[in-house]
């Protein structure tokens, strides 16, 4: 699934959509465009595409909306693409269940690669991945819960295991704070982002060849992080 994918691109502006639909159908990707929430659903009710790219601004319903309901019953791919760039919106729509948050004015590489990335999340299966996976020199077994970087074994402890496992499984989504504190430590720690930010600190160390230019595990300022694959 990557260029004969089927993308809605739901926004209102004019100006997106001659930029954005014939960018993607350059790629390959088959583009269908609508500018509101409820033309939107419609769309979807009628044919579930691959993947939408969704703005917040609507001028019925707001884009976390849409992505509220798609959520009911759909699991597909969500990229929110709006001039909404604060911290409280990105939290916002990922919680609500988009995958990936591009800011406008946006460069159109990284929407494509972006869009990429969730396609290819799609294509490998939701099913949480057993035996081993290997991404550039790092190797992950989760059955054994092992870990080689290189020939070099990494010693982690669970709980550092239990970070990598979760954003590899996720591997190109961002993961808000809130839903990592949520999986790793339960519901009552979702206000203590501290835990996260120790253990994630840990894990960069032995993972990362420069825990300071870090190649895995991105930073999503103040909203998250994402294991870049």
């Known amino acids: 699934m ?18 954005v639909a014939p960018l993607l159908r350059s790629r390959g990707y088959e583009v269908e465009t609508v500018a509101s929430g409820q033309a939107a659903l419609t769309a ?11 703005d917040l601004g609507l001028p019925d319903l707001e884009g976390v909306e849409v992505c509220r309901r798609v959520r009911l019953h759909s699991p ?4 929110v693409l709006s001039a909404r760039g604060a911290e409280l919106d990105k939290v916002d729509a990922l919680e609500t269940g988009a995958d990936d948050y591009v800011t406008k004015p946006f460069g159109p590489d990284e929407l494509v690669a972006r ?7 799609v294509a490998a299966g939701d099913d949480p991945p057993g035996g081993r996976v290997r991404i550039g020199d790092l190797e992950i077994d989760y059955d054994r819960h092992h870990v080689l970087r290189g020939d070099e074994e990494i010693h ?11 954003l590899a499984r996720n591997a190109g989504r961002v993961l808000t704070h809130r839903a990592i504190l949520k999986a790793i430590w339960g519901p009552n720690a979702v206000s203590q982002p501290e835990h996260l930010w120790v253990l994630m600190a840990q894990l960069r160390k032995k993972i990362e060849a420069d ?15 994402r294991f870049n694959s």
């Open 2 to 19: 990557t260029t004969s994918a089927r993308i809605l691109l739901v926004d209102d502006e004019v100006s997106i959509q001659r930029a």
């Open 44 to 54: 979807i009710d009628a044919r579930m595409p691959d993947l939408i790219v969704l």
């Open 76 to 79: 597909v791919p969500i990229i």
């Open 115 to 121: 869009i990429r990335v969730a396609l290819r999340r």
């Open 156 to 166: 982690l402890t669970p709980k550092e295991f239990d970070l990598l496992a979760l």
């Open 211 to 225: 825990p300071s230019r870090p190649r895995f595990l991105l930073n999503e300022p103040w909203v998250g992080y």
